[in-house]
C-alpha cells in the first residue's frame, strides 16, 4: 500500500506545484504594469477592438446572418442591456452598435461550438473542454472590451490636469471666458481628453442645443470619470455668475494632480503586496514540497 501511495502522493504534489507556478505565471504576466511619466503625458489611442472587414465572398456570406442576428438580438435584448453596452462601447471609442457587437460575440460562440463538437466526436479533446470553450469568445471579447474602456478613462483622467492649467493660463492671461479658453487649449493639444473637450465642443456650438456643461456632464456619466462632472462645475459657474473661473480652475487641477498622487502612491503600496504571491508560489511552495517530501514518504511507510 505504502508502494502504491508514494507514486500517487508525489504526482499529487508536482500537479498543485505545476498549477500553482501557472496561476503565479498569468498573475504576474496579465497584471498591469506601473507606467511612467511620459506614458501618462503622452497621447495614445487605445486599441480599438473591432473585427476587420470581411473580403470578397466571405463578406456576402457572413454579412446576412450577422444582420438578421443583430435585428433579433435588437428587439429580444432588454433595452437596460443594450443601453449598459452601448455606454462601455462609447467609453472604449468603440465604433459600433451593441446589437452588432453582441450578433458577432454569438456568432463565433456558435462556430466555436460546432468546432468542439466535432473535436470532441473525433476524440481529439475531452467533453470536459467543449463547455469552457464554447464561452471562451464572449469572455474574451466583454473582457478586452472592459479593459480599452478602463485604458481610454485612464489615459483621459491622466491628461485633464494639463489641460485644466492651460485653460486657467489662458482666462488669467487674456481674459476670455472658459469656453473660449477650452477651445484655445484643445485646438493646439492633442490626445485623448482634448478630443473629449472638442467633442462636447462641437455639440454645443449650434443654436438650440444644450450647453457645454451639460455636454461635459453627459461625457463624464458616460466615461465614468468624475473629474469631467467638476470641469463642467466650474463651466456653469462661469455661463450663470459671468465671474472669471481662472482660480476655480487653478484649484481644480491641483485637486486632480493630488488625486493622482494618492493613486499612485496606493498603487505602488498594492504592488509591494501582490509582489509576494508570485515568489511565494514560485519559489517558497515547490521549495517546502521538496523539503516535506521525505516526511511524507515515511509517513505513508508508517501508516502502511
Known sequence: MGAALQPTILAAALSLAALLGIAAALTAWGWPRRRTWDEWIEFRSPRRVTLPPAVGRTARLLSPPRTAAARLLQRLLPVEVLRYLGAQLRCAARDQRADEVVADWLLMTLAVGVI???????????????????????????????????????????????????????????????????????????????????????????????????????????????????????????????????????????????????????????ALITMLLPIASCILLPFVLIILYPALERLSGALS
Request: with cysteine; charged share 20%; glycine share 10%.
Open 116 to 270: 468542439s463538437c466535432l473535436l470532441e466526436l473525433a476524440g481529439a479533446i475531452p467533453g470536459q473542454l467543449a463547455g469552457p470553450l464554447v464561452l471562451f469568445p464572449a469572455l474574451f471579447g466583454w473582457t478586452r472590451l472592459i479593459r480599452a474602456g478602463a485604458a481610454r478613462r485612464a489615459v483621459i483622467a491622466a491628461q485633464l490636469p494639463i489641460l485644466v492649467d492651460l485653460m486657467a493660463l489662458e482666462q488669467s492671461g487674456g481674459g476670455v471666458g472658459s469656453r473660449r479658453a477650452m477651445e484655445l487649449v484643445v485646438s493646439r493639444v492633442g490626445g485623448e481628453a482634448a478630443a473629449v473637450l472638442r467633442r462636447c465642443l462641437a455639440s454645443s456650438a449650434a443654436t438650440g442645443t444644450e450647453p457645454l456643461d451639460r455636454r461635459l456632464e453627459a461625457a463624464s456619466s458616460d466615461l465614468q470619470i468624475p473629474s469631467l462632472a467638476a470641469l463642467a462645475a466650474v463651466v456653469r459657474l462661469q455661463r450663470q455668475e459671468g465671474i472669471s473661473s481662472a482660480a476655480p480652475l487653478g484649484r481644480l487641477a491641483r485637486s486632480l494632480r493630488d488625486r493622482q498622487r494618492d493613486d499612485l502612491t496606493a498603487r505602488g503600496r498594492r
